[in-house]
C-alpha cells in the first residue's frame, strides 16, 4: 500500500500547488471571472480517480481543477485554458469553471450547482446501452443535493441500475450558507434510502479511506450493480471563491480544519509508518512544483486566440 499512499501524496500536492499557482495568476489579473479555490478538499479527488480508469467518465463542479489533475489533465493545458490561450481544453472559452477533456473521460465542470450530475448520469447510461463497463462520477458539493435535479437523477439512475457513482463533497458551506442552516439532515447520505441505494459515508480528508469507499462503489457499478451515494467530509481552507470575506465562519474554525489538513495527514502517516523519509516527500513536492512551473511558464507564452475564432465550437 506504500506506493499507493505515495501516490495519493504526489497527487494532492500537485492538486495545492497548482491552486495556489493559479491563485497567484488570478491575483495579477490574468485569469477571468472568479476563483473558486479547491485547497483543503484534494483527498477527495486523488481517492476517487485512484479508482478510475482513463477511460470512465467524470463531471466536476466550478472548483474542478483538482479532479482533472487527479485524472490525467495536462496542467499545461489546463493553465492555458485559465489564461484563455488557444492551448487551452477548450481554446481558452472555458476559463476556471468550464474545463472540459474527453481523452481523460472528463465531460465539463460546470457553474451551474448539481448540473454535473445528470450529465453523469447520461454518460452512465450511454455506458449500459453500449454494453461497455465504463463507469461514471459525479463530483458535487452539499448545496447541489438540495437542487431538484439530484433527487430525479437519483431516482432515475436507481430505476434503471445505472454504472454512476455520486460523490458529494460536504465542506459544510453551500456558497455562503452553513451546512445546518440548509437541511435538517444530519448526513445528506441518508437520502439515499429513499431512492434505494447505497449510501456511504467517508472522511474526506483521508485520501486512503475515500479510494477504499469509491473503490467499491466503482466496482459494484461496473459489474452492474447500480449507483452508490458518497458522502465525503471534508472542508475548503478558503473561501468560497478568491476574495470572500468569509464572515460567515470563524478563524477558529478553520484553524481547527487546518489541523486536520489532507495533505498534513498522509504525510504524519507516511513517515510514522516507515513508508516514506521527509526528503523522499520533499522531493515529491519538488517534482511536483517543477513539473507545475514549467507548464505555467509555457502557459502564459503561449498564444491568445484569433478574434476570428470567438463563435468556433459555441452551440
Given at each position: 500500500m506504500s506506493e499507493a499512499l505515495l501516490g495519493f501524496y504526489r497527487g494532492m500536492v500537485t492538486i495545492r500547488n497548482?491552486?495556489?499557482m493559479a491563485i497567484e495568476l488570478y491575483k495579477e489579473g490574468l485569469i477571468g471571472g472568479s476563483y473558486h479555490s479547491y485547497i483543503g478538499q484534494e483527498a477527495v479527488a486523488a481517492g476517487v480517480c485512484s479508482a478510475l480508469r482513463i477511460?470512465?467518465?467524470?463531471t466536476t463542479t466550478y472548483r474542478g481543477r483538482g479532479q482533472h489533475l487527479a485524472k490525467g489533465a495536462d496542467p499545461y493545458k489546463l493553465f492555458a485554458e485559465l489564461l484563455g490561450r488557444e492551448d487551452g481544453y477548450c481554446k481558452g472559452k472555458g476559463g476556471p469553471m468550464h474545463i472540459t477533456d474527453m481523452t481523460t473521460g472528463i465531460l465539463g465542470a460546470n457553474g451551474i450547482v448539481g448540473a454535473g450530475i445528470p450529465i453523469a448520469a447520461g454518460a452512465a447510461l450511454s455506458a449500459k446501452m453500449h454494453k461497455t463497463d465504463r463507469v461514471a462520477v459525479a463530483f458535487f458539493g452539499d448545496g447541489a443535493m438540495n437542487q431538484g435535479v439530484a433527487s430525479e437523477t437519483l431516482n432515475m439512475a436507481s430505476l434503471w441500475d445505472l454504472p454512476v457513482v455520486f460523490v458529494c463533497e460536504n465542506n459544510l458551506y453551500s456558497e455562503m450558507t452553513p451546512f445546518h442552516r440548509s437541511v435538517k439532515n444530519k448526513d445528506l447520505v441518508e437520502r439515499a434510502d429513499a431512492f434505494r441505494l447505497p449510501g456511504v459515508i467517508v472522511d474526506g480528508n483521508d485520501a486512503e479511506a475515500v479510494y477504499e469507499v469509491a473503490s467499491t462503489a466503482v466496482e459494484r457499478a461496473r459489474r452492474g450493480g447500480g449507483p452508490t451515494l458518497i458522502e465525503a467530509k471534508t472542508y475548503r481552507l478558503q473561501g468560497h471563491m478568491y476574495g470572500d470575506s468569509e464572515m460567515y465562519r470563524t478563524k477558529e474554525e478553520v484553524a481547527n480544519w487546518r489541523k486536520m489538513d489532507p495533505?498534513?495527514?498522509?504525510?504524519?502517516?507516511?513517515l510514522e509508518q516507515g513508508l516514506a523519509t521527509e526528503a523522499l516527500l520533499a522531493e515529491i513536492e519538488e517534482q511536483a512544483i517543477a513539473r507545475l512551473k514549467q507548464a505555467e511558464q509555457s502557459a502564459r507564452l503561449s498564444n491568445e486566440p484569433d478574434k476570428e475564432q470567438i463563435l468556433l465550437d459555441v452551440f
Amino acid at each position: 500500500m506504500s506506493e499507493a499512499l505515495l501516490g495519493f501524496y504526489r497527487g494532492m500536492v500537485t492538486i495545492r500547488n497548482f491552486e495556489e499557482m493559479a491563485i497567484e495568476l488570478y491575483k495579477e489579473g490574468l485569469i477571468g471571472g472568479s476563483y473558486h479555490s479547491y485547497i483543503g478538499q484534494e483527498a477527495v479527488a486523488a481517492g476517487v480517480c485512484s479508482a478510475l480508469r482513463i477511460d470512465d467518465y467524470i463531471t466536476t463542479t466550478y472548483r474542478g481543477r483538482g479532479q482533472h489533475l487527479a485524472k490525467g489533465a495536462d496542467p499545461y493545458k489546463l493553465f492555458a485554458e485559465l489564461l484563455g490561450r488557444e492551448d487551452g481544453y477548450c481554446k481558452g472559452k472555458g476559463g476556471p469553471m468550464h474545463i472540459t477533456d474527453m481523452t481523460t473521460g472528463i465531460l465539463g465542470a460546470n457553474g451551474i450547482v448539481g448540473a454535473g450530475i445528470p450529465i453523469a448520469a447520461g454518460a452512465a447510461l450511454s455506458a449500459k446501452m453500449h454494453k461497455t463497463d465504463r463507469v461514471a462520477v459525479a463530483f458535487f458539493g452539499d448545496g447541489a443535493m438540495n437542487q431538484g435535479v439530484a433527487s430525479e437523477t437519483l431516482n432515475m439512475a436507481s430505476l434503471w441500475d445505472l454504472p454512476v457513482v455520486f460523490v458529494c463533497e460536504n465542506n459544510l458551506y453551500s456558497e455562503m450558507t452553513p451546512f445546518h442552516r440548509s437541511v435538517k439532515n444530519k448526513d445528506l447520505v441518508e437520502r439515499a434510502d429513499a431512492f434505494r441505494l447505497p449510501g456511504v459515508i467517508v472522511d474526506g480528508n483521508d485520501a486512503e479511506a475515500v479510494y477504499e469507499v469509491a473503490s467499491t462503489a466503482v466496482e459494484r457499478a461496473r459489474r452492474g450493480g447500480g449507483p452508490t451515494l458518497i458522502e465525503a467530509k471534508t472542508y475548503r481552507l478558503q473561501g468560497h471563491m478568491y476574495g470572500d470575506s468569509e464572515m460567515y465562519r470563524t478563524k477558529e474554525e478553520v484553524a481547527n480544519w487546518r489541523k486536520m489538513d489532507p495533505i498534513v495527514r498522509l504525510k504524519q502517516k507516511l513517515l510514522e509508518q516507515g513508508l516514506a523519509t521527509e526528503a523522499l516527500l520533499a522531493e515529491i513536492e519538488e517534482q511536483a512544483i517543477a513539473r507545475l512551473k514549467q507548464a505555467e511558464q509555457s502557459a502564459r507564452l503561449s498564444n491568445e486566440p484569433d478574434k476570428e475564432q470567438i463563435l468556433l465550437d459555441v452551440f
